[in-house]
Structures are given as structure tokens and as C-alpha cells.
């Protein structure tokens, strides 16, 4: 069987069990073959086959990341793309492989970011864990924290907690003090408790 034929849509289920299963065979055997063919079906005729080789891509992302980090560009040209599943796809595969190809991801750094402000909720998360791993290289930190920190600024209040968790770690001790002032500014926009209390804690591990 052809690995478009171990699609989910192929085998007519609805379901993501078939392509989680392909992900993994596909990334225990580093099948770069596989990958290719993955990348070149994301323009198929069918968007079912498109989101079905996206969700693959990704998944083997998350696994392998430097199975994918090859197709980068590939990665980086669907973030134009019409069909939402595709660019929040598109997205989530950067973010997974980010850590394995800094540089091709910093180098198209403008491209996300656009994405991220006309994109879906996912989109934007993905963009700020890209923000984030970024922040943690020597070389990208400076510019890379300096957007992250302007994203929290101005993220919506459901999604902030989340981000400054994550952001915590790579956040120097340059910067710290301007992270505290951001998350203590955007207390007030906190409605849940729940979700004040995590930025309280954050703010206590900063200090």
C-alpha cells in the first residue's frame, strides 16, 4: 500500500486513529520517502487527503522533528493557504520542528507572525511556542523574547495564562522584570480565578 492509501479518508474512516498509527510506523523507521510523499500530496485534489497528510506531518513532527525540518518551506507557503486546517496544520509542524531548524524558522519569522494575526486560536498558539523555542537559542533570544513579550501584551486573557507558563523558562534574567510588569498589568483581565491564580503563580516564580 502507498502511504496516501494509509490515509484515514483512503480507508474511509473519520476518525484520527489511522493517521496517528502512520505517524509513528513512518517515524520509527525514519521513512524520509514517506515524508516526501506526505509533502507532495499537501496540493492534492482532495482537501480530505491535504488535511490527512498535514495531520501526519505533524504528528511525525512531534516525534522526529528532523524527519520534517527538511520540508520547511513547504511548511512556511501553506501558512497562505484558504483552507484553515491547512495553515493551523502548517503551523503546529513549524512549532514541532523548530528546536531541530532555528535558522529556517527565524528566517521566516515575519511570514508566522502575519499568519498568527489573521489565524485561528491553534495558529497563534503554535506561533508563540515557536516564540518561545526560539527564545531559548543564544543567537535568535533577544529579538525572539522581545516579540513574545509584545504577543503578551496583547493576547486574549483565555489564552495568556497558558503562554506565560510556557514562556517562563526561556525568559533571561534580562527580561525579567519586564515579563513580571506585562502579566501584573493583565490581572485586571483575568475573569476566572482559576486563571488569575496561574498568573499569580507565575509572577511568584518570577520574583
Known sequence: ????????????????VPNQELAQKIAAKKDKKAVDELVANLVNKSKDIQSDCIKVLYEIGTIDPLLIAPHYEAFIKLLNSKNNRLVWGAMTALDAMTDAAPKEVFANLSAIMDAADKGSVITKDHSIGILIKLAGHKAYADDCTTLLLDQLKNSLPNQLP???ENALPAIGTKYKEQFWKI?????????KESKRKRIEKVLKKIK
Open 1 to 16: 500500500m502507498s502511504i496516501i492509501d494509509q490515509l484515514a479518508t483512503s480507508l474511509g474512516r473519520k476518525d484520527e
Open 162 to 164: 497558558m503562554y506565560a
Open 183 to 191: 502579566l501584573e498589568s493583565r490581572l485586571d483581565d483575568m475573569e
